[in-house]
């Protein structure tokens, strides 16, 4: 049977350099998440000096003898002594560098300046460079002319409630200067979990701010394994209508209350923190997130560099509690 050749699809198309332009969306499609959980959540501060710091205080323990004879001479007590803390300000960078022959020409997906694109793509990349490292473990480093300073992270401030593997070692300290060695991976345990859920009940009593954070490695594993007279929901069976997906935790009831369940992309994938967001906070230098500064440059383009001043505060670490070396 005859065909139609010399101006058909395939002779005219790209592939044999004739006159069929080439199809290209005007649209970029980011595929990478951009998520960030936990700094989006907490509060956040300003910073003034390069160490950071601020006070905590606790309340005397409750007692069951407080009974006091009428009009009887009060005693002098002591008031309780306040604890200051600190962390350093660490500086989180980005440079871009757009030619200015690039800015002339039609770009796909980019309806305006290739600069703008850049800035607004690696501010977001900045972001989530802060979430990852105020969620790893790291201890605090004073910034020197020669040293960059580094924020401690929320491993390194918890103390009161923490487990780790058989063969690591738990954090010594809650000032920044030490962190816990997680260990070789091992299974998760309901008794762990639930001796850190009674440590975080009994420093704080309070769960309405809690949640349960964990890589999703980490999160598929706490639905595998955990005890399922907790609360835990392995078969959520509803409609794509109501907007949830089948097969999630969401929530973990546990025996103080529902618990929201938070995967995290940037978490350590051996790790999974109970976090009362109300007891941390997040304080940038300079009054805003993210600074831009004009480079000056010998070559024909445009270049900026974009900085985060910031730093880590633990305002409360006994209301948090660390499970580290799970293996998930």
Same mark, same amino acid.
């Given at each position: ?92 960078? +980005? ?36 979430? +990852? ?155 805003? +997130? ?39």
């Amino acid at each position: 049977m005859a065909t139609i050749t010399s101006t058909s699809a395939y002779e005219l198309g790209p592939q044999n350099a004739k006159n069929i332009r080439e199809d290209l969306g005007n649209v970029i499609f980011n595929v990478t998440p951009f998520m960030t959980p936990f700094t989006s959540g907490i509060a956040q501060t300003k910073a003034t000096a390069d160490n950071h710091e601020w006070l905590t205080d606790t309340y005397a323990d409750s007692v069951s003898s407080n009974a006091a004879i009428e009009a009887e001479k009060v005693d002098s007590s002591e008031g309780s002594e306040r604890t200051r803390k600190g962390n350093y300000v660490q500086i989180a960078t +980005k440079g871009v560098t757009v030619t200015k022959k690039a800015e002339m020409f039609d770009r796909a997906g980019v309806p305006g300046k290739e600069m703008a694109y850049q800035l607004m793509k690696k501010g977001k990349e900045l972001q989530m460079d802060v979430e +990852k490292q105020v969620l790893s473990n790291q201890i605090k480093v004073i910034p020197t002319n020669a040293a960059a300073g580094v924020s401690a992270t929320v491993s390194s401030w918890i103390l009161a409630n923490q487990k780790v593997a058989a063969d690591g070692t738990l954090n010594t300290a809650s000032t920044g200067l030490t962190k816990p060695v997680p260990g070789t991976s091992e299974a998760m345990t309901q008794a762990n979990l639930d001796d850190l859920l009674d440590g975080v009940w009994t420093n704080s009593g309070d769960f309405s701010s809690a949640k349960i954070m964990g890589s999703a490695g980490t999160i598929s594993t706490l639905r595998n394994n955990a005890d399922v007279s907790k609360g835990i929901s392995t078969d959520v069976t509803t409609n794509a209508a109501d907007g949830e997906i089948i097969n999630r935790v969401a929530v973990y009831v546990s025996q103080f209350g529902p618990i929201a369940v938070v995967p995290n992309k940037h978490m350590p994938a051996d790790t999974l923190y109970v976090l009362d967001y109300s007891t941390w906070g997040l304080a940038f230098a300079g009054g805003k +997130k993210i600074h831009t500064t004009d480079i000056a440059t010998q070559a024909s383009a445009e270049q900026k560099l974009l900085e985060c001043y910031y730093t880590l505060e633990a305002r409360s670490e006994e209301a948090n509690a660390g499970y580290y070396a799970i293996n998930a």
